[in-house]
């Protein structure tokens, strides 16, 4: 079994910003991809972010030079650092991970994710 907990969201002013950490634990051998994605109000879940093991990393046209994603591997974390947010950024953010287990099983896990408002 593999668990994802995000943490870091909040209310935060236009123009501020935040950092979305999620750690990933369970029976892991390896981790292949981790990211995020949001689900604004009332709207679909969208893609936001993804970094591979590689360190490639992949961005929504509507955050790239805003946010940046990065890992600490050795503690299976990933992160979200959101600058110049906007109120169009308020979402659920939710952490996925695709995860080769000890079973060498692979599927793409999910966190239950934070709540990210952005109002002044």
């Known amino acids: 079994q593999v668990s994802l907990v995000e943490s870091g969201g909040g209310l935060v002013q236009p123009g501020g910003s935040l950092r979305l950490s999620c750690a990933a634990s369970?029976?892991?051998?390896?981790?292949?991809?981790m990211g995020w994605h949001r689900q604004p109000p009332g709207k679909q879940r969208e893609f936001v972010a993804r970094?591979?093991?590689?360190?490639?990393?992949t961005y929504n046209d509507s955050v790239k030079d805003r946010f940046t994603i990065s890992t600490d591997s050795a503690k299976k974390m990933v992160y979200l650092q959101m600058n110049s947010l906007k109120p169009e950024d308020t979402a659920v953010y939710y952490c996925?991970?695709?995860?080769?287990?000890?079973?060498?099983?692979?599927?793409?896990?999910w966190g239950q994710g934070t709540q990210v408002t952005v109002s002044s």
């Open positions: 970094i591979d093991s590689g360190g490639t990393t």
């Open positions: 996925n991970a695709d995860v080769t287990t000890w079973g060498w099983s692979r599927r793409n896990y």
């Open positions: 369970g029976s892991i051998r390896s981790i292949n991809t």
